[in-house]
Each structure stands twice: as structure tokens, then as C-alpha cells.
């Protein structure tokens, strides 16, 4: 049968009514789709095919406008993992961050620390009295053990201000020594670059603990602070906690190294003044000469 042409004629322009959208239309499209529908007025029209990241298209969102949501970070909490090792506060728990956000520094090293400490200032007992500053502090576990081992007062140094509220300030409460205590809320290396301003009103300090992040830190630049700060004396104590493959050197302005040992992949160094080297050394000598002395009893060593 032969076809009709008005009837064709009728189809046609009921595709092409289907087929052509109004500017309404369009701009009703690009808007649900994310785009501006001023972009109808411009001749480049928006492509849906460059692989690249439109310039202004921020990480996280898509060419349609959408953006992801970040899931939020589960709350901080603590745990109570470590402990005052000797003196006044000895055995009592400190709290801690779980994760990563503070490495405390761990108890085989804290202990070893303080023995050194306490051999090289000529009190193997106790811990010779003074000042602690207590640098990347977290927990303040480094100056609390200061203060119970005999220090007279510590500082500690921290930046987040969730771990002083939760952690370092209820440390120092539980165990007495928040009227000892002294917080400067701000990162280590402002406090170090502060320092000249800094000692006339906090004076200089009889020992040092350095125990940073190690991804964190350039240990070159902050031992070169250390170096030439006026908070550090002729007299003063740096302990300072450092990971593998990194170099410490001898010395450390006017002081110079008094031991450095090594804990799996924790090491320790220890600087002070020229006459605690020379007393280390000369205890090491008077423990070898009575070890090969069997002449002599115990009961009358003299250390």
C-alpha cells in the first residue's frame, strides 16, 4: 500500500518536536548535572570527555560538581601504658595517647636514660637536682620523671592543645607536680628561636630532653639550635632520643657526647659538660681494675 505523504510529513514533525529541546529545557538539564546554564550563551559548549581535571575542580570532587564526604575521624583516647619508674612517684600509671599522634619514649630507654643522668652527675641514687625542659614533651612521662627522681621544676614544651588538656596536665595532677610544672603551649622550634627573650625570665636549664617525632624533625637544624641557645649552660644535660642512619655529632656546642647507646632501632645520645665525661670514664676504669681483682672483696669497693 502506498504511504501517505501528508502522513509522513505529520511524523517527521513529531520527531523533530521530540528531538529539538527549548533553552529552558537545557538549562533545566545542566543544572541538574551540575553545570552553569550560562554556559549556553558561550560557543564551547562544557565536554564530557577530557580526562583532565578542569582547573578549579578541587581533590575530592567530580566534574559533575558533586563532592565526596570525608568520613569523620574516629575521637582521640587514651590508655594507661606507662609509669613513673623511681623516686617520689614511682610505679604511679601516666596516661597516653593511642595511635600515633605522641610516641612516648619507651621505659628500657627512659630507665637507661636516668641511669646515665644520674651516674654522670656523680649521684648514682638519685637524680642530680636542677631544671628540666622537657622539648616534643606529649605525656610529660621524660619530666615527670625528672621531677619525681629529684628535679626542682620542669617545662614542657607542647603544640596540641588535646593532649595538654588530656594527657600531659592530668599527668602532672595525679601525680603532685602541676605546682612544679610549667607548659608553654607552641612547637619547639618558635620556643628555641624565643630563646635569648626567654632567659631572663625562665633562666637557663641543668638538663634537656629531646625526644621529637622522627619523620617530623631535622635533627641537623634542631641540634644546631640547641647548640647556641642561650637556655642551654655550660653545665647542662641533653638527652636526646634519634632513630637509625641518623648522624649525631660529638658534640653539641661546649658540650660533648657522654654516652650514646642503642635500643632495637632507637638510639640515645647523651651531651654534658667536659667533667662528666671524665668521671664516666674513670668509673668505667675503677669497675674493669676491680672486676680483674678478685684480690679485692666486695664489700670494699669504694665507687
Known sequence: MA??????NNNNSNNNKHIGLSNDEKRVLLERYGYDPEDLSSPQQPSFKSGRRRKGVQ???RKDGFVASEEPKPPRTTHKLLQVLGGKARRKK???PKGMDVRPMMEVVKGAAFDILQVAGGCPASLRSGRWLDLYSGSGSVGIEAMSRGCSEAHFVEM?????SEVLRPNLEWTGFLDSAVVHVLRVEDFLKRADQLVGKIGQFDY???TPPYTAVDYSDLMNQLSTSALVGEDTFILVEYPLRTDML???GSLVKVSDRRF?????AIYGPKWAQKKRKSEKSLLTTLHHSPSIPFKDWVL
Open 264 to 268: 632495637g632501632r632507637t638510639h640515645l
Open 59 to 61: 581533590k575530592g570532587q
Open 94 to 96: 601516666l596516661l597516653s
Open 208 to 210: 634537656v630532653s629531646v
Open 3 to 8: 504511504s501517505n505523504p501528508n502522513n509522513n
Open 250 to 252: 660529638d658534640s653539641c
Open 160 to 164: 596540641d592543645p588535646w593532649v595538654i
